[in-house]
Nanobody, 122 residues
Framework: VQLQASGGGLVQAGASLRLSCAAS????????VGWFRQAPGKEREFVAA????????DYPDSVKGRFTISRDSRKNTWYLQMNSLKPEDTAVYYC????????????????WGQGTLVTVSS
């Protein structure tokens, strides 16, 4: 499975941004897709996850109500809609695919895309 993340950029606080994660290869083996982020000087942290069918999602409290993860099955593409962005959302965002479960830990994901940088100015 190969993942390609895109959609990052520079926005002002309060703005919205949508990230995309396009999957190719053995996509039928994917059980869940997650988004993680890593801010400068910090560890990578969980942001959102969705199962293959799209019926189950998970978010940490820090983004709940502002971020929405979704999937376009026809395009094998997953999205992270980010609203009401804050400067503390500034980070490199990564998408990842897991084969066994919908998880919140990095080690629960088997494939990773390259990151896309999101910068939120105050």
């Amino acid at each position: 499975v190969q993942l390609q993340a895109s959609g990052g950029g520079l926005v002002q606080a309060g703005a919205s941004l949508r990230l995309s994660c396009a999957a190719s290869g053995r996509t039928f083996s994917i059980y869940a897709v997650g988004w993680f982020r890593q801010a400068p000087g910090k560890e990578r942290e969980f942001v959102a996850a969705i199962n293959w069918g799209g019926g189950t999602t998970d978010y940490p409290d820090s983004v709940k109500g502002r971020f929405t993860i979704s999937r376009d099955s026809r395009k094998n593409t997953w999205y992270l809609q980010m609203n009401s962005l804050k400067p503390e959302d500034t980070a490199v965002y990564y998408c990842a695919a897991g084969l066994r479960r919908l998880g919140v830990r990095e080690d629960e994901y088997n494939y990773w895309g390259q990151g896309t940088l999101v910068t939120v100015s105050s």
